[in-house]
């Protein structure tokens, strides 16, 4: 195994290692952002629930904030939680949950960033002030 010039591994062959392998969860075959970009699905909500401990990593990204916070079953509502009391359960495998733009009101919303700074778009900061308020302490 070596380096190529920009610093990722190569296998004997010079292909280069993945850092990660990315699985995509959502609702439905593709997702739509409010910019238009279309991304594919991999997996249902209910498959990744099923393999939520193989990852170390969760992304969760916003969008769609009204609508999901209406209930605390609206996922990723449910698997932002499961994902955080995994790491509660088991402390000695590190696992990362962070989120993108307006992912943080769905964090909020879970109680995981209690004691902690964080931020989220600028339209969306009086929201988000208010989740974190409703924190359960």
């Not at 280069?16 to 249902?44: E, H, N, R, Y």
């Not at 495998?93 to 919303?109: K, Q, V, W």
Request: aromatic content about 6%; charged content about 25%; glycine content about 6%.
């Amino acid at each position: 195994v070596s380096r190529n010039r920009f610093g990722a591994l190569l296998t004997p062959l010079g292909n280069s290692l993945k850092a990660f392998d990315i699985t995509i969860a959502g609702d439905d075959t593709s997702v739509v952002s409010d910019q238009g970009v279309i991304v594919s699905t991999q997996i249902s909500w209910k498959e990744a629930h099923e393999r939520l401990e193989e990852w170390d990593v969760v992304v969760v990204l916003g969008g769609n904030t009204s609508r999901i916070l209406k209930s605390n079953e609206n996922e990723p509502l449910p698997l932002i939680k499961a994902y955080a009391e995994l790491q509660e359960k088991d402390p000695s495998r590190e696992r990362t949950l962070l989120s993108i733009c307006t992912g943080a009101l769905f964090l909020a919303r879970q109680d995981i960033l209690l004691g902690l700074a964080a931020t989220t778009h600028p339209d969306f900061m009086t929201t988000f002030e208010n989740e974190c308020s409703q924190a359960v302490v």
